[in-house]
């Protein structure tokens, strides 16, 4: 089993609807970075939690560290926020493990 | 500041040639990793370094050589090119220690070994 599990590996969704994409993960963190991967392009992150919830326009991450879970939700969501988007723990120094990602495609 | 630059994006090579990626920095960040991205998997760690002279295996470093002379550089070689190492390649940086650390990300290499 992987440290870092992504639900769902794939989503489809119609432009302005909500979006969400869960991560749990099985082991101890000081960090959980969710980020986001453009076909043909680099990784940028998005958010960076070890507890709570932030919001950057549209995005909100939340992470729940009793229950080792974490979802990262897109309100009215765009057909530029296609990507994937990838989970990630900072487990021991700063190492990072990544869940496999979740492909997301917004149609008009 | 340019963040973290990669090169090459892209790059064909004939199975048991040699070629190195190229990875600098500009945030005189510590820590430096090396992962590979492969269809159906999460990013795995080929390399690390904590700093200047300080380098170690992450879970996939068979075939991979790395050295970290400066702060600012981490070059990943291929000594010997094999079908096996087809995958995109990403450099990430940041600051070393504790959980408030953003992760910074190369724009990846993508490298066809035939």
């Known amino acids: 089993k992987n440290e870092v599990e992504q639900s769902p590996q794939n989503l489809t969704a119609q432009e302005g609807e909500f979006i969400t994409i869960n991560c749990s993960y099985s082991v101890g963190i000081s960090a959980l970075h969710w980020l986001q991967q453009h076909p043909g392009g680099g990784i940028v992150s998005l958010f960076m939690?070890?507890?709570g919830k932030k919001k950057h326009g549209r995005l909100i991450a939340t992470i729940n560290i009793q229950e080792k879970h974490s979802s990262l939700h897109i309100t009215a969501s765009h057909p530029r926020d296609s990507a994937v988007y990838i989970c990630a723990v900072r487990t021991s120094g700063s190492r990072l493990t990544f869940g496999e990602g979740t492909q997301l495609t917004v149609n008009p | 500041n340019a963040g973290v630059t990669q090169t090459p994006k892209f790059q064909v090579l004939k199975t048991g040639q040699s070629m190195t990626l190229q990875c600098a920095q500009d945030?005189?960040?510590?820590?430096m990793s090396w992962y590979r991205q492969d269809p159906g998997m999460g990013l795995r760690l080929i390399h690390y370094s904590v700093g200047a002279g300080i380098t170690d295996q992450g879970e996939v470093p068979n075939g991979y050589n790395v050295s970290r002379s400066t702060t600012e550089d981490f070059p990943l070689r291929l000594l010997s090119a094999a079908p096996s190492q087809t995958s995109v390649y990403f450099c990430?940086?940041?600051?070393?220690?504790?959980?408030?650390?953003?992760?910074?990300f190369g724009q990846g290499t993508r490298l066809t070994v035939v």
């Open positions: 990430a940086s940041s600051s070393r220690g504790g959980g408030a650390t953003e992760a910074f």
């Open positions: 939690l070890s507890s």
């Open positions: 945030m005189n960040h510590e820590y």
